[in-house]
T-cell receptor, first 115, second 115 residues
Framework: AQTVTQSQPEMSVQEAETVTLSCTYD???????LFWYKQPPSRQMILVIR??????QNATENRFSVNFQKAAKSFSLKISDSQLGDTAMYFCAFVTNPGGYQLTFGKGTKLSVIP | NAGVTQTPKFRVLKTGQSMTLLCAQD?????MYWYRQDPGMGLRLIHYSVGEGTTAKGEVPDGYNVSRLKKQNFLLGLESAAPSQTSVYFCASSYWRGSGANVLTFGAGSRLTVL
């Protein structure tokens, strides 16, 4: 069975600083996708970034980037220049590809950005 | 486009009552999912559908039934509600292939309380 572990239940960061959220996963598959989703207090789940396992280059989306270490099964999210609007729960998720239907989510990290 | 719409957004039930949550998507997505979110547990998959007329069990299917009679709709039913089903329920949908494969678009969530 695939598992996703987020070892930091809560984190805080000063506005404009950089923070890294950790995620590790366990799978015997070689081809898969990894995701970070954000859930602000509004409860809406929003895709932050996606990484395909066969791509060695780390994905980036504006201030968000990942450090994907396939051998170590690690997928951390770095948020640069943190903003108050980044305050949210962040979930790491994993799905095998092709043919994967079931995303497996971690339990989440609650990030607070402090003014 | 509305994306994924869930109704109702809030509901209070008494133990033993039944109800149906409705999910509608207007993106022509093939895959649809129902998740539940509980504090400290992340998101757990209840049931999913890979196409009209097909459904399958996820991680926590007991006590729930689903139907997908039309491609755009995915219904989640509780036949006899129990307090353990108090949760926030999320519907999601995705394409099955291409650049959008496995990228979930979520509804806003439905908070269900069973007394």
């Amino acid at each position: 069975a695939q598992t996703v572990t987020q070892s930091q239940p809560e984190m805080s960061v000063q506005e404009a600083e950089t923070v890294t959220l950790s995620c590790t996963y366990d799978t015997s598959e070689n081809n898969y996708y990894l995701f970070w989703y954000k859930q602000p207090p509004s409860r809406q789940m929003i895709l932050v970034i996606r990484q395909e396992a066969y791509k060695q280059q780390n994905a980036t989306e504006n201030r968000f980037s990942v450090n994907f270490q396939k051998a170590a099964k690690s997928f951390s999210l770095k948020i640069s220049d943190s903003q108050l609007g980044d305050t949210a729960m962040y979930f790491c998720a994993f799905v095998t590809n092709p043919g994967g239907y079931q995303l497996t989510f971690g339990k989440g990290t609650k990030l607070s950005v402090i003014p | 486009n509305a994306g994924v719409t869930q109704t109702p957004k809030f509901r209070v039930l008494k133990t033993g009552q039944s109800m149906t949550l409705l999910c509608a998507q207007d993106m022509n997505h093939e895959y649809m999912y129902w998740y539940r979110q509980d504090p400290g547990m992340g998101l757990r998959l209840i049931h999913y559908s890979v196409g009209e007329g097909t459904t399958a069990k996820g991680e926590v299917p007991d006590g729930y039934n689903v139907s997908r009679l039309k491609k755009q709709n995915f219904l989640l039913g509780l036949e006899s509600a129990a307090p353990s089903q108090t949760s926030v329920y999320f519907c999601a949908s995705s394409y099955w292939r291409g650049s959008g494969a496995n990228v979930l678009t979520f509804g806003a969530g439905s908070r269900l309380t069973v007394l």
